[in-house]
């Protein structure tokens, strides 16, 4: 469908006759001049050839005239109507990349893969479904940084995270869990008319940075930030060696007791994720928890079209201007 943003911008088409009829004539500057008694021996008539040959750039310009004033509408296209859901929600994802993460004791599939690639998984197609949510990313290890600001482009927050590697932020291996709720409070105390949700991933405790991850957890209940811990890592593994086998327990440095009350203070949830599956319950539960916005709105996508009206106009011009230095 085809429209003017600016249609009133048509209405100065008339402007040039108005302004030949109310201005002055200008006055031809006086020129000397040959008087020949012998003008019919050239054998043509030159005031009858100079006003037929001199009509045609008035038609160009006044062609040039309109094609402007049709850039200068707008004129677009509009195409159909598009449903977007929109929930008012500001939700961020921090996930722990500190090198204990790389422990492979999750299953996808039938391959054994580490902690890090199960949570791109899972929660890769967890984004995917928050349609109408403003989605955010932060990485943390020893230090905490936004990896993707808030936004409504759940595939680049796909993206992002798929290439996050395990040892991003930090030069030794430790985590910085308050921190990252920190930083999280941060990013969204200006967030006024939303729902503002954290979803915090870690295997660990908190061994680095500077804020108390409960002192933090205060500070985002002040800012109403609703905070989802999860617990990652099995707790049991089968481990090999010359000496025979053995059953560890990978998550032994996990400090469920903190990430629980982190959860209690701001009013969210803890949830303990030993494999994958209960992983992908985890999500399907937050998915319950917060869920996406049912009311739709619509938008229809615009293409403008300006540019093919401003370039035949100034492709008329062009032509006017070049008669007007032919006659001179």
Known sequence: MMTLAWPWLLLLAPLPLLLRRWLPAQVPARQAALKTPFLDDFGSDPGRVVGSERRWPLW????AWLCLLLAAARPQWLGEPLEQAVSGRDLMLAVDVSGSMQEEDFLLGKQRVDRLTAIKQVAGEFIMRRAGDRLGLILF??????????????KTVQTLL???????????????????????????QDQKDSSRVLILLTDGANTAGELEPLKAAELAAEHHLKIYTIGIGADEILVRSLFGTRRVNPSL????????AIADTSGGHYFRARNTEELERI??????????????????????????PLTLALLLAGLVAAGSLRWS
């Open 141 to 154: 290890g020893t230090q905490a940084y936004l990896h993707v600001p808030l936004t409504f482009d759940r």
């Open 253 to 260: 440095d996990l400090d469920e007791k903190t990430l629980t």
């Open 162 to 188: 798929g290439e996050a590697f395990i040892g991003i932020t930090e030069d030794e291996p430790k985590t910085s869990i308050g921190d990252a709720i920190g930083l999280a409070i941060k990013r969204l």
């Open 60 to 63: 160009l310009a006044a062609c």
């Open 283 to 308: 999500y399907q539960m937050l998915d319950q928890l917060e869920p996406v916005e049912k009311d739709k709105q619509y938008f229809r996508p615009r293409a403008e079209l300006f540019h093919w």
